[in-house]
């Protein structure tokens, strides 16, 4: 019942920033832990970040940590990433994630049961 539409994806130079969007339908947002995962080419997908139902309880990956900021506006049904400080490792496709509430949240590709289609970050040096 839920759909997301990732958005704000693109090519930039290192160092840039990107925000990333995604839009959901069918269910408001706020009642969903929500995650960020990236797949580059050749790699396995792999987490990025998560944010819980309420925003009360942040995740993110070590290779993130103090460059992405993942936020939510559940009023207008929507999960941001904000990416900074691009580097050409970051170059992936961005996936959106969506499940049911969990005491602790979930950084496993497994654990989500909501997936948009992704949108595409390029980052050149």
């Known amino acids: 019942q839920v759909r997301l539409v990732e958005s704000g994806g693109g090519l930039v130079q290192a160092g840039a920033s990107l925000r990333l969007s995604c839009a959901a339908s069918?269910?408001?947002?706020?009642?969903?832990?929500m995650a960020w995962f990236r797949q580059a080419p050749g790699k396995e997908r792999e987490f990025v970040s998560a944010?819980?139902?309420?925003?009360?309880?942040?995740v993110y990956s070590d290779s993130v940590q103090g460059r992405f900021t993942i936020f939510r506006t559940n009023l207008r049904n929507t999960v941001f990433l904000q990416l900074n400080s691009l580097e050409p490792e970051d170059t992936a496709v961005y996936y959106c994630?969506?499940?049911?509430?969990?005491?602790?949240?979930?950084?496993?590709?497994?654990?989500?049961?909501?997936w948009g289609q992704g949108t595409q970050v390029t980052v050149s040096s």
């Open positions: 994630a969506a499940d049911t509430p969990h005491a602790k949240l979930r950084t496993t590709i497994l654990d989500y049961d909501y």
């Open positions: 069918g269910r408001p947002l706020s009642g969903y832990d």
């Open positions: 944010i819980a139902w309420d925003g009360s309880n942040i």
